[in-house]
């Protein structure tokens, strides 16, 4: 088998961690529906625990949208992208574009046909809680895909390479080692657990000699009899073993994702005008005819973030002191910039009247630009920029322009 990349791998350890944890609640959750009032019991707890899963959602685009640096780094291969993902754009609603809150009650609609249909109470509350567990894992695992698929697509030149992680299923395997563009689609089915690998190669054959590929061959005689049969039934498992095509005999359901979502575009949200009109990213895909045209989507859509970010802003009120770098106002030059910008009303940049936060964000995108201009901005000794020193920068500054500048602890 293939190995994956170290940083691959701690990304989808960290998206199984968002899963378990999207799991707990779903249990929690569950516990308090009364069975003698489903629909009331359900509407209270999806009131309680949707913050947490747009929250969950948040955290998984983030994990999403940051892992690809690393992973290309590693291959020795990473490229700056266009724009930031932002994360936020990937709360709320589920990757097919229903909104979070019909998804979820989904359960309980399945739940009473269940009953009405003959089953007892207690069987049904089971197969309900099943139902919303799959459904909590689903929408967190996209969450990170479309984000990841996000950053993939502002990257120039990277596709995803798609890899197994055993056990897998007959459809999956079928597709595992092939090389996708950023607008190819991640086809799953739920549960599906397979991972897609950040690269720059434009084909299988170059995928396979940076140890990319898996060879859905290989996967097939690894297992035993018995594990064929039951992955592609006894019929298929013994035709592909005395020689028949894979591929021909495996058929590859392939789903058609939602093209449209409401979330986002009220007047609050980041896609605010596009009510009805808001693609999500496979709609972006499937519609756009040229890189150039999926970026300008992305960021129309409330997808991408520019890259890059100027602080200012006006000061208020009379007792700010000088700042962490006037020392009181003993550093004179210090002192007199913060004085003509309290007389003004208006700040110049300067790093004297600058937050803390804001000479974060400042900072870090130096940082990133030295790196743009191919310097390593960490360089005292003679040393080269490196894809690692890329993108641990790149990371860095996605960081703090994310959260400007704050540094919040969990």
């Given amino acids: ?61 983030t994990a999403g949208s940051s892992y690809t640096a690393a992973t290309l780094a590693e291959q020795g291969s990473w490229v700056a992208p266009d724009g930031f993902v932002e994360p936020q754009a990937f709360g709320g609603y589920a990757a097919d574009g229903r909104s979070l809150t019909g998804l979820l009650y989904g359960p309980v609609i399945s739940t009473k046909e269940y009953i009405g249909g003959g ?83 434009g084909s299988t054959a170059g995928a396979r000699a940076e140890g990319l590929v898996d060879d859905p061959y290989a996967y097939f005689h690894s297992l035993s009899a018995a594990e064929q049969d039951a992955a592609w039934g006894k019929t298929n498992a013994g ?25 986002g575009t009220t007047r609050r949200g980041n896609a605010y005008g596009l009510a009805g009109r808001r693609l999500t990213p496979e709609g972006i895909y499937a519609q756009a005819g040229s890189r150039e045209e999926t970026l300008r989507l992305l960021t129309e859509h409330g997808y991408i973030l ?30 007199a910039v913060v004085e003509e910008a309290r007389r003004t009303g208006i700040r110049d940049g300067s790093r004297y009247t600058m937050t803390a936060a804001e000479r974060r964000v400042v900072d870090s995108e130096q940082r990133y630009l030295a790196v743009l201009e191919g310097r390593n901005p960490f360089d005292r000794q003679g040393r080269g920029l490196t894809p690692t020193i890329s993108a641990q920068v790149e990371t860095d500054y996605r960081r703090w322009l994310a959260s400007g500048g704050q540094i919040f602890l969990r």
């Fill in 1 to 61: 088998m293939a190995s994956i990349p170290r940083a691959a791998v701690d990304h989808y350890r960290e998206m199984q961690r968002l899963q378990v944890e999207a799991l707990r609640l779903a249990r929690a959750a569950w516990r308090r529906v009364e069975p003698r009032f489903l629909s009331e019991s359900w509407s209270s707890a999806v009131r309680s625990i949707s913050p947490r899963v747009v929250d969950l959602q948040v955290r998984a685009a």
């Fill in 119 to 201: 089953m007892a109470t207690e069987t049904a509350m089971v197969a309900g809680r099943k139902a919303l567990e799959t459904i909590m894992r689903t929408m967190i695992a996209d969450a990170g895909r479309q984000a990841a698929g996000v950053d993939t697509a502002a990257r120039r030149g990277t596709g995803y390479v798609r890899m197994l992680n055993p056990p897998s299923c007959s459809r999956c395997v079928v597709l595992a080692g092939k090389f996708f563009r950023y607008n190819q689609g991640f086809l799953r089915h739920p549960r599906c657990d397979c991972v897609h690998i950040a690269s720059r190669l």
């Fill in 239 to 263: 035709a592909i073993r005395e020689g028949a095509d894979l591929y021909q005999v495996t058929n590859a359901r392939r789903g058609r994702n939602g093209l449209f979502t409401t979330e």
């Fill in 306 to 335: 520019p890259g890059g970010q100027t602080p200012g802003g006006v000061l208020r009120g009379t007792r700010e002191g000088f700042g962490a770098l006037g020392r009181g106002g003993r550093r004179v030059g210090a002192r």
